[in-house]
């Protein structure tokens, strides 16, 4: 044999060596094989068993936010310019449908100083229009345009938020993507194959994790009504009341009430870090967390100048602890009153990852159960197996010992596939095992571009060698063009496609690139291996 046959045999041999590696390891047993491949393999939810869910963000919770924001804003710059008002107040929707309809109404503006508060607004609020009613009442609402960006801004970042923490417990392949229209349905699909406790994965999900440090402005009430009623049925200016349950020397919950300071001193979107621990003294469990540098020199100033006072640490318009500030905090502070190593835990993920710009409700929640995904993994693999047969009985019969070689480059062709999934940790799922077949019948359809020219000139009274020459050399630019074409396809499908077309496209793209090396370097190859190097061969079984 030649050296350029030789130099391709051993390149063939390494190359299906590290692919039998990659999908059965080292094949000491029947068991160990089926551990590798599980491993090494990962299967999607249709395959796998696992969760699925469908979660709605309440955009209409972030648009809110967006105002009390503006609000604090604009209280500040109407001080800075010594402008008076009676009262600023925000309408409350309560639902998707109402979020549109959001505004601030200022009320008590002296006529006279009308261009001023207008340029106030622009100044604090430039993203707001602002409507008069009387002369001294003013309505702030948001465009169509800011609206809609804050919707599609709220859903990309619970997406992202989302995706963090689910990334934070570890779970392989989950699949997190925008289901329906952004600008209607904010509406996110969820898919966890091999969830063991979906209970524990809704709750991290469905917390919104917006960690507020407030001022105690009075408290604690038996009940929120004497809270207001202490007040005489008006709550102080840009304040809120919050709940706290607070354990008694008895271990009994009783809920207490607090009026708080709405504006927080520092917020979520403050922390650089969180991490579970344990009080040295009393052993509890808690949640310390890491200010940045900005937060920490602005809360040292605060707890500085009201040494003495008590602050509330407030999860999800709850309060956690109230604690008296003793002396200058800066950076680090801890809650706690929390229930056990796993509470501490899964707070300080969704504090790193992140809170959630908005609640989320569930629409949907459906558990696939493993025995279903091992019924397609069966029902897959029979299928892709009776076609592989049906291909190499017609292959054998029509080809005669040519169809050894297709069906030797077809079988190599899956190795290299499942290799690839092995290796780069794609995920295998049903609509993947559809790819696998359909690349089969790609693979055999470049065998048959080859064999059928190679009978062509064979008919044209060409020698064996002269007509696998011409075969090979005028099919392989046929088969390039078909396979890269499809493979354009295929990239298209996974950058625009989500979840299962992404698995199909996969699984397609890495089959069609190595039908091109198998059908065209491979085949050549046992028909060099089956002539010897002969330059002149009689016949040859096709």
Known sequence: MSSTVWRNLIITLAVTLICIYGVIGVPTSMEAIKQHMSERINLGLDLKGGTHLVLQVQVQDAIRSEADTGIARLREELRTQSIAYSGISRNDPQTIEEADSIAITVEGVPAERRTDFQNAVKAALPDWTVGEQGST?????????????????????????????????????????????????????????????????????????????????DGPHPSRQAAIAAHNGVLPPNSEVAPFSARGFDGQLTEEWYILNRTPIVSGRDLRNARASRDTQTQQWQTGFTLSREAGARFGTFTGANVGKPLAVVLDGRIKNVATIQGRIEDEGVINGLSGEQEASDLALVLRAGSLPASVQYLEERTVGASLGQDSI?????????????????????????????????????????????????????????????????????????????????????????????????????????????????????????????????????????????????????????????????????
Not at 148 to 159: A, C, F, P
Not at 389 to 397: D, Q
């Open 137 to 217: 009442t003013y309505v702030l609402t948001l465009s169509p345009s800011v609206l809609s960006r804050i919707k599609s801004d709220t859903l990309t970042q619970s997406m992202a938020t989302i995706e963090n923490r689910i990334n934070g417990l570890g779970l392989t392949e989950p699949v997190i993507q925008q289901q329906g229209r952004a600008d209607s349905s904010h509406e996110i699909l969820v898919q966890l194959p091999g969830v063991s406790d979906p209970a524990r994965v809704m709750e991290l999900l469905q917390m919104s994790a917006q960690l507020e440090i407030q001022e105690v402005l």
């Open 378 to 542: 069966e029902q897959g693999i029979r299928s892709a197996l009776i076609g592989l047969a049906l291909i190499v009985v017609i292959m054998l019969v029509y080809y005669k010992a040519a169809g050894i070689n297709a069906n030797v480059a077809l079988v190599l062709n899956l190795i290299i596939l499942l290799a690839c999934l092995s290796y780069f940790g794609f995920t295998l799922t049903l609509p993947g095992i559809a790819g696998i077949i359909l690349t089969i019948g790609m693979a055999v359809d470049a065998n048959v571009l080859i064999f059928e020219r190679i009978r062509e000139e064979l008919a044209a009274g060409k020698g064996v060698v002269g007509a696998l020459n011409a075969g090979f050399g005028k099919g392989v630019l046929t088969i390039i063009d078909t396979n890269l074409t499809t493979i354009i396809a295929a990239a298209f499908l996974f950058l625009f496609g989500r979840g299962p077309v992404r698995g199909f496209a996969v699984t397609l793209a890495i089959g069609l690139i190595a039908n091109m090396f198998t059908s065209v370097f491979v085949s050549r190859l046992l028909f060099d291996l089956a002539i010897g190097g002969k330059k002149q061969v009689k016949e040859l079984s096709i």
